[in-house]
């Protein structure tokens, strides 16, 4: 017992002060024999003893035993058994120590000075993955305790919330929750359990395959504007979720942090900064600050995989390179990036989808076929009003490849106008010294019209000119990007060679070994601002002076051009194919393995064939570097393998198989020279010469 109970339970049963004392001394030398051993021991004996001259006499019902000599003995005897234990128990604490501290030194004994700091960097950077991932979740949980839990105890009440409703505002939030929930949990026993953090990456791996997370993300972020709209609607019949809103205890009033990083979107494009709603007013009601609160929880998880990917990237930077741990996490960070990019990508579809179809629907009063969803490239680019040479109200509807004027009214949008812009011209007009622009071109009936648009001011005018005038431009263009491999080596008359952009900027960065030595060679982004600008010089066949760019930028423009590929370098037939052979083949003797690896290469059209010898031969150099670089054959096989190897149709499964893809085109840098010349050997015995055709 401690202390205090123990002398509340004496002035309840001990009626007599001698023997109160008695017992109180009896109780603290015991309490300090829990401390200091034997001594103290001894000393309680002694009082013993020196009491049994003089024995206190009183009524202790029940407290103690009638003889209370025998019943203190019992409990020394009892105290000397429990110090025997604790000095074991110190002993094997301190032989443990003393092993603990043997292995870390001779673990981390050998380690250079650099190695610790990159260590202790690493500590600290999965120190803060933690703590983001705990606010995370402690959101999470509070949008599961304060909002979906007493939602769910209003579904039987009348005018409460049904059933339906709840799911389309939550979806699987509880999924998420429960997911990086066990993902902390294992995170906390690595950061308890290990020195150095072995394992970790294995374990984001493990987690990222087994909790199905991409899976569970797509389905949530799929149905967030569903459970945002939900939430608008329910407030507008003001039933019980208004005053259930009313109810409700912010997260500042529970002392939870909400991350001002995350901000409400309407898509997971992470480079927008548009948010669902423009500008939050100051909340003038409970119910407001109540909403806010849950659609801005209900947005975490949109760019959550961004955050977590980017987290990863720290850990992964800090840790040495050529590890298994370095290895397994730059594969989970490949998956989660290819993941993000299906999701965004889906996202962004179906966001320009679900516009243009409300605009299909308002458009009233025009003649003929104008169906805006027959085209499933066309994207909605701008719409603004604007008035006609005549001064009436008009709206411009500009898509990538159309003009639009409608004339706004009550029943919708009545057409007035529309111009192709593949023939159309732009300029700059005049109009009852309004600042206007002329779009010219032939109109969906192939009739050619002519529409004027007065402006507000001019820099709407210039705006909307530089837009409409890209458009065109990019639709005449002969582009370097997104051009059939077999088409733009024919138009640069290198059908035998490879593309310019791949020859001149490889040949750059091989001409420096400073170059080839730069940390995180093609890992490492670039600015992205720069890329797009480098890209639209490399389609307009501008000049681009080389050494005074970015070597990330440059590198970022070459994975560009081969991720924006129609088909990419491994054609889509040729995928299942790529997919089985680390299966079949990868456990076979080196010979073999060469062989296999030559005949799957062989099946290549020549043209496909020619860049991949190219651009592999090139990164077994780069990987030549990579004490220096930090990039090895592995990991430059997971950079350049989802810009390279992709399925003809992307699906949150295959991004799981980017794994066995990278595997086969590591082997593919590794022995770049043995494959290719033995291709090379075959073909030269052959009497017909292989093409793109056989």
């Not at 690493?122 to 999470?140: A, G, I, M, P």
């Not at 929750?177 to 374990?203: Q, Y």
């Not at 679900?354 to 009233?364: D, E, F, N, T």
Request: hydrophobic share 40%; net charge positive; proline share 3%.
């Amino acid at each position: 017992n401690n202390n205090s109970n123990t002398n509340r339970d004496l002035n309840k049963y001990v009626e007599d002060e001698d023997t109160k004392k008695f017992y109180n001394s009896i109780v603290e030398k015991l309490l300090l024999a829990m401390q200091y051993g034997e001594q103290t021991i001894s000393e309680i004996k002694v009082t013993l003893a020196m009491s049994n001259e003089k024995k206190p006499r009183s009524k202790i019902n029940g407290l103690l035993p009638n003889n209370a000599e025998s019943h203190l003995n019992d409990i020394i005897t009892a105290t000397q058994k429990f110090l025997e234990s604790k000095k074991k128990l110190e002993k094997i604490v301190k032989c443990q120590a003393y092993a603990r501290g043997w292995l870390v030194r001779r673990k981390f004994g050998k380690m250079t000075n650099e190695q610790k700091k990159l260590l202790a960097s690493r500590l600290t950077q999965f120190s803060n993955f933690l703590k983001d991932e705990e606010v995370f979740y402690n959101c999470l949980n509070h949008l599961v305790e304060h909002f979906l839990d007493p939602m769910r105890l209003m579904v039987d009440q009348k005018g409460g919330i049904e059933t339906q409703d709840m799911a389309l505002i939550f979806c699987n939030i509880e999924d998420i929750r429960m997911m990086h929930k066990k993902l902390n949990e294992k995170l906390s026993l690595i950061r308890k359990n290990t020195d150095d953090l072995a394992g970790v990456g294995e374990c984001f791996l493990h987690w990222f395959e087994q909790s199905k997370v991409a899976k569970n993300y797509l389905l949530y972020v799929s149905n967030f504007k569903i459970g945002i709209n939900s939430v608008e609607r329910l407030l507008q019949k003001k039933n019980k979720f208004s005053l259930f809103l009313a109810t409700r205890k912010t997260m500042a009033e529970l002392h939870i942090a909400l991350p001002t990083e995350m901000k409400l979107r309407t898509s997971l494009d992470v480079d927008s900064n548009i948010n669902f709603v423009n500008s939050i007013s100051i909340p003038q009601s409970p119910v407001e600050v109540a909403k806010n609160e849950l659609c801005h929880l209900l947005a975490l998880p949109l760019n959550h995989l961004t955050k977590f990917c980017s987290g990863l990237e720290k850990i992964e930077s800090t840790t040495i390179q050529g590890l298994e741990d370095s290895m397994n996490l730059l594969s989970v960070i490949a998956i989660i990036q290819q993941t993000n990019q299906s999701i965004q990508q889906k996202l962004a579809a179906a966001d320009n989808s679900a516009k243009i179809s409300v605009i299909q629907r308002k458009l009233i009063g025009y003649e003929g076929p104008l169906n805006l969803l027959d085209n499933p490239t066309r994207k909605i680019i701008a719409e603004e009003n604007f008035l006609s040479a005549h001064s009436h109200k008009r709206k411009a509807l500009l898509f990538n490849d159309m003009l639009i004027v409608v004339k706004p009214s009550t029943k919708g949008l009545i057409v007035k106008e529309t111009i192709e812009l593949s023939t159309a011209k732009v300029s700059e007009t005049q109009v009852k010294q309004l600042h206007a622009f002329c779009v010219e071109g032939p109109s969906k009936s192939n009739k050619d019209i002519q529409i004027i648009l007065c402006s507000k001011n001019i820099q709407q005018r210039s705006h909307w000119i530089n837009q409409i005038s890209k458009l065109i431009e990019d639709l005449h263009r002969e582009l370097v990007f997104g051009t059939n491999l077999n088409v733009l080596l024919e138009r640069e008359n290198r059908i035998d060679s490879v593309p310019f952009i791949v020859e001149s900027i490889i040949t750059h960065i091989s001409s420096s070994d400073e170059l080839m030595k730069t940390e995180g060679l093609f890992r490492l982004s670039g600015t992205k601002e720069t890329i797009a600008q480098l890209k639209r010089m490399y389609n307009k066949k501008e000049k681009v002076d080389l050494p005074i760019c970015a070597l990330h930028d440059l590198t970022g423009v070459l994975k560009a051009f081969f991720r924006e590929f129609p088909e990419p370098l491994i054609p889509f037939n040729k995928y299942t194919t790529f997919l089985q052979f680390q299966d079949k083949y990868s456990e076979l003797p080196h010979e073999e393995l060469l062989v296999k690896l030559s005949t799957l290469l062989c099946e290549l059209p020549k043209t496909n064939w020619n860049v991949l010898k190219y651009l592999s031969q090139f990164l077994y150099k780069v990987a030549q570097f990579s004490e220096i670089s930090k990039m090895n054959s592995h990991n430059l096989a997971i950079v350049f393998g989802p810009n390279i190897v992709r399925p003809a149709v992307e699906t949150l499964d295959t991004s799981m198989e980017l794994l066995k893809v990278n595997s086969v085109l590591k082997s593919v840098i590794d022995y770049s020279q043995q494959v290719f010349e033995k291709y090379e050997a075959q073909e030269a015995k052959s009497e017909t010469p292989r093409t793109d055709n056989n």
